[in-house]
Structures are given as structure tokens and as C-alpha cells.
């Protein structure tokens, strides 16, 4: 139904496709939509409650939120290595590989959850 509405009621197929390039409709829906802070923090929540951070890894984290907050998802996460994250240490510097690999995966997760969001 929502696809029919983008690709015949508001635009065609062919229009979609050059305004956004291969983003599934569920990933431009979430776009769109954003991602409320409440379920933002609620992903990061349990693993924030596990450690004891500095500052500096908290605001890492937060400025993870903010993003995906404002965009939906993260696509790229070499988005992780560059401005603003990389302030006022980089993401490699900042945490253990173990928690690297725990932040990407809840970013994952978020990527996952706006792939499956239109079906």
C-alpha cells in the first residue's frame, strides 16, 4: 500500500529511483519519520547501565543517539571514524575492541530494524 502511494499516487517508480537512488522505502520511510529519542536511548540503555564510561565514551554514545535521531540510521559505519565522532577522541581510541564491536552491533540493529520496518 505504501509503496503503491510513492511509486504511482505521489511519483513513478523511475522519478524514486533518481531522487533515491536504491533506498528501500522502510529505510525512506524511517528517514522520514526519525527515531524517537526514548527508543534510541532504550537500545543503547542496557549497555550504557553495564559499563562505567568516562565522559568522553558517553558523548560518543550520545552523539550516536542524536544521529540517529535525526536520520533514522547509521548506512555507513565509517560515518563512526569521521566529524563529529572523531571529537575529542577516535571511536578505535575511545573504546576496547569488545565494545567497538557492541556499539556496531546495536547500530546494526538499528539499521536492521528501519530495513524491516515497511515489510
Known sequence: MLSKIFTEDLDTQEDNDRTFHDTPLSKLV??????????????????????????RQIAFVRNIIAYVEEHGYIDDMSILLNPPFDRPMPFVRLYSAEDQKSIVSIVNEINENATKLGG
Open 30 to 55: 524511517r528517514r522520514i519519520v526519525k527515531m524517537g529519542h526514548e527508543v534510541a536511548m532504550q537500545l543503547f540503555s542496557e549497555y550504557i547501565d553495564e559499563h562505567k564510561w568516562n565522559s
